[in-house]
């Protein structure tokens, strides 16, 4: 389950097979090692169905729960004021 965590922290969130396919389980333990997670909070889970080339695929889509990306490096743009 760390594996997950720690694949969801560096890539943010993915679908289940994404997942699989990263960290080297299969589809149906990523699932069920997800629910536990998702039991426990430390994982938002939701069901998706996305359609690639016509075809329907249902997956989860995971992500880490209150988990927010620190800010990008970088010079961030400057508040605009009004000019009179």
Same mark, same amino acid.
């Given at each position: =389950?760390?594996? @997950?965590?720690?694949?969801?922290?560096? *890539?943010?969130?993915?679908?289940?097979?994404? @997942? &699989?396919? &990263? $960290?080297? =389980? $299969?589809?149906?333990?990523?699932?069920?090692?997800?629910?536990?997670?998702?039991? /426990?909070?430390?994982? =938002?889970?939701?069901?998706? %169905?996305?359609?690639?080339?016509? /075809? *329907? %695929?249902? &997956?989860?889509?995971?992500? @880490?729960?209150?988990? @927010?990306?620190?800010?990008?490096?970088?010079?961030?743009? /400057? &508040?605009? $004021?009004?000019? /009179?």
């Amino acid at each position: =389950m760390q594996r @997950i965590l720690d694949y969801l922290k560096n *890539h943010g969130e993915r679908l289940d097979s994404e @997942i &699989a396919a &990263a $960290t080297g =389980m $299969t589809v149906e333990n990523v699932r069920v090692a997800v629910s536990d997670l998702s039991a /426990k909070g430390d994982v =938002m889970v939701c069901r998706s %169905i996305r359609f690639r080339d016509g /075809k *329907h %695929i249902e &997956a989860v889509l995971c992500r @880490i729960a209150g988990y @927010i990306p620190p800010a990008a490096p970088g010079r961030k743009p /400057k &508040a605009q $004021t009004e000019k /009179k």
